[in-house]
């Protein structure tokens, strides 16, 4: 598979490194000669420094021969012009990122006019990431899988006795779930039922959403779960703006604080029942002013990581019981857990994992980035002539890397072991690490002349 990026921001950088992973065939476009060299001494691909607006480029570079191309620069209308003059020279797919609220109601007349056959949105899906985490009853970072019926979700164990000190394979009420990785230090451990926890690990559980909201409750016992009635977002830009809106459409009250005082105008006038506060957000005695204690939950969603998760840390250690911080640095992602607040969400990431679901075709259900792309959770439907159809998972030799998590079939989930087996169209939610994504799609390669065949080509290298 050939694809061609334009725009070598942080997007476009994740983007070229996941695909990389998947032996994809990687162009990465830009005018910045200098941010292109940083790229190329760590990543295997072709950079090219000009305009990917310049339609003399696209042809030089035989963009007809390309399978997709994507158009992350900064600009909205560069991005549709881009993917608009790629379609018409012979680009297969094209996807662009459209940020402005302005646009949103009218994406599927701008995909149809300009040829775009994919659009994605980073602030639109943050918010709504965040918008998911807040409406959950418990307050453990999670993913949702299979419908609804699987939950995967990231605990800290913290100096919790119950775990640290502890093997596996003698925690108590893990029946029926299955801790796939372990977090520790900013590096993923694949764990057996040997492995012992340390105090701060992080431990990603897969199971049933109920028995998950179960192992929640139980952890979250003499804590007062609230239902979130009031909502704080510190910075009042797209993200802050779509978060109110959605939060509007679920009868929570929200109050943003924003720092300029024209975009302070500017959101009165379009989040007509939003309290919109015109001060610094970083003056705890501004926030205390306006009742930062009785907030369920304080999001920081300003332009500035270290803002942030300060400002979430505060809020934490003022009593609010839900904090989430947007961060764009993918070297905070690894102090995170440290920090005491619930969850730091990156947009990027998120944005990634959208484009990679895409780009694997239509039986892959949804892909989810984690710890910064060092690890993966992927959904997808098993087809027909699938390898391991009607195998015990005991036969397949699995690298270490790669963890079947779930298997949701005819409705009901099974947690698996080794004798579990995977039938045509089951749903299967499989952990893998980066560095073992060549296996997993191994894995996933069909039987010559299957029906899956065309899935499996799309993600060839075409070199």
Same mark, same amino acid.
Not at 77 to 91: D, H, M, P, Q, R
Not at 250 to 266: F, H, L, P
Not at 323 to 337: G, V
């Given at each position: 598979m050939?694809v061609m990026?334009v725009?070598?921001?942080?997007?476009?950088?994740?983007?070229a490194?996941?695909?990389?992973y998947?032996?994809?065939?990687?162009?990465l476009?830009?005018?910045?000669?200098?941010?292109?060299?940083?790229?190329?001494?760590?990543?295997?691909? @072709?950079?090219?420094?000009?305009n990917?607006?310049?339609?003399?480029?696209?042809?030089?570079?035989?963009?007809?021969t =390309?399978?997709?191309?994507v158009a992350?620069?900064?600009s909205?209308?560069?991005?549709?012009?881009?993917c608009?003059?790629?379609?018409?020279?012979?680009?297969?797919?094209?996807?662009?990122r459209?940020?402005?609220?302005? =646009?949103?109601?009218q994406?599927?007349?701008?995909?149809?006019?300009?040829?775009?056959d994919?659009?994605?949105?980073?602030?639109?899906a943050t918010?709504?990431?965040?918008?998911?985490?807040l @409406?959950?009853?418990?307050?453990?970072?999670?993913?949702?899988f299979?419908?609804?019926?699987?939950?995967?979700?990231?605990?800290?164990?913290? =100096?919790?006795?119950?775990?640290?000190?502890?093997?596996?394979?003698?925690l108590?009420?893990?029946?029926?779930?299955?801790?796939?990785?372990?977090?520790?230090d900013?590096?993923i451990?694949?764990p057996?039922?040997?492995?012992?926890?340390?105090e701060?690990?992080?431990?990603h559980?897969?199971?049933?959403s109920?028995?998950?909201?179960?192992?929640?409750?139980?952890f979250e016992?003499?804590?007062i779960?609230r239902?979130?009635?009031k909502?704080?977002i510190?910075?009042?830009g797209?993200?802050?703006?779509?978060?109110?809106?959605?939060l509007?459409?679920s009868?929570?009250t &929200?109050?943003?604080?924003?720092?300029?005082?024209?975009?302070c105008?500017?959101?009165?006038?379009?989040l007509?029942?939003?309290l919109?506060?015109?001060g610094?957000?970083t003056?705890?005695?501004?926030?205390?002013?306006?009742?930062?204690?009785?907030m369920d939950a304080?999001?920081?969603?300003?332009g500035y990581d270290?803002?942030n998760?300060?400002?979430?840390?505060m809020?934490k250690?003022?009593?609010?019981?839900?904090?989430?911080?947007?961060?764009s640095?993918?070297?905070?992602i690894?102090?995170?857990d440290?920090?005491?607040?619930? &969850?730091?969400?990156?947009?990027?990431?998120?944005?990634?994992s959208n484009?990679?679901? =895409?780009?694997?075709?239509?039986?892959v259900?949804?892909?989810?980035?984690?710890?910064?792309?060092?690890?993966?959770?992927?959904?997808?439907?098993a087809?027909e002539d699938?390898?391991?159809?009607g195998?015990?998972?005991?036969?397949?030799?699995?690298p270490e890397?790669?963890?079947?998590?779930?298997?949701v079939?005819k409705g009901?989930v099974?947690?698996?072991?080794?004798?579990?087996?995977?039938?045509?169209?089951d749903?299967?939610?499989?952990?893998?690490?980066a560095?073992?994504?060549?296996?997993?799609k191994?894995?996933?390669?069909?039987?010559k002349?299957?029906?899956?065949?065309?899935?499996?080509?799309r993600n060839?290298?075409?070199?």
């Amino acid at each position: 598979m050939k694809v061609m990026i334009v725009g070598a921001g942080k997007l476009g950088h994740k983007l070229a490194e996941a695909m990389v992973y998947e032996d994809i065939d990687v162009t990465l476009i830009d005018s910045n000669s200098k941010i292109l060299e940083r790229i190329n001494e760590h990543l295997d691909v @072709l950079t090219v420094t000009a305009n990917g607006i310049d339609i003399s480029v696209l042809k030089e570079l035989d963009i007809k021969t =390309y399978d997709l191309l994507v158009a992350a620069t900064n600009s909205d209308e560069t991005n549709t012009v881009i993917c608009s003059l790629a379609k018409k020279v012979g680009c297969k797919k094209t996807v662009a990122r459209i940020r402005n609220p302005e =646009y949103m109601e009218q994406l599927d007349f701008v995909k149809t006019e300009m040829g775009i056959d994919h659009i994605i949105n980073p602030e639109l899906a943050t918010s709504q990431a965040i918008e998911k985490f807040l @409406l959950k009853s418990y307050s453990f970072h999670s993913d949702d899988f299979a419908s609804g019926k699987v939950t995967m979700v990231d605990f800290n164990i913290g =100096y919790m006795e119950e775990f640290v000190g502890k093997k596996l394979m003698d925690l108590k009420g893990f029946e029926g779930l299955l801790i796939t990785a372990i977090s520790r230090d900013g590096n993923i451990i694949i764990p057996n039922g040997s492995t012992e926890l340390i105090e701060n690990d992080v431990i990603h559980v897969i199971g049933k959403s109920n028995d998950i909201k179960r192992l929640s409750h139980r952890f979250e016992e003499g804590h007062i779960r609230r239902q979130i009635e009031k909502v704080m977002i510190f910075g009042g830009g797209k993200i802050g703006y779509y978060l109110a809106k959605g939060l509007m459409a679920s009868n929570i009250t &929200v109050t943003i604080v924003e720092q300029d005082k024209n975009r302070c105008q500017e959101l009165s006038q379009k989040l007509n029942n939003v309290l919109v506060i015109h001060g610094d957000g970083t003056d705890i005695h501004l926030l205390e002013e306006e009742d930062l204690a009785s907030m369920d939950a304080f999001v920081g969603a300003t332009g500035y990581d270290e803002q942030n998760l300060l400002m979430a840390l505060m809020a934490k250690q003022a009593g609010v019981p839900k904090t989430i911080a947007k961060i764009s640095r993918p070297n905070y992602i690894k102090i995170i857990d440290k920090l005491g607040i619930d &969850v730091a969400l990156n947009p990027v990431y998120i944005t990634a994992s959208n484009i990679l679901k =895409y780009i694997r075709g239509g039986k892959v259900v949804s892909v989810s980035l984690l710890l910064g792309g060092e690890g993966e959770v992927t959904e997808i439907i098993a087809g027909e002539d699938l390898p391991y159809i009607g195998k015990p998972l005991a036969e397949l030799n699995l690298p270490e890397g790669i963890i079947i998590g779930a298997i949701v079939h005819k409705g009901q989930v099974i947690i698996p072991n080794g004798k579990s087996i995977i039938h045509a169209n089951d749903r299967i939610i499989i952990f893998s690490l980066a560095s073992d994504l060549p296996s997993l799609k191994m894995f996933i390669k069909p039987r010559k002349g299957g029906i899956f065949s065309e899935l499996w080509n799309r993600n060839k290298c075409t070199r």
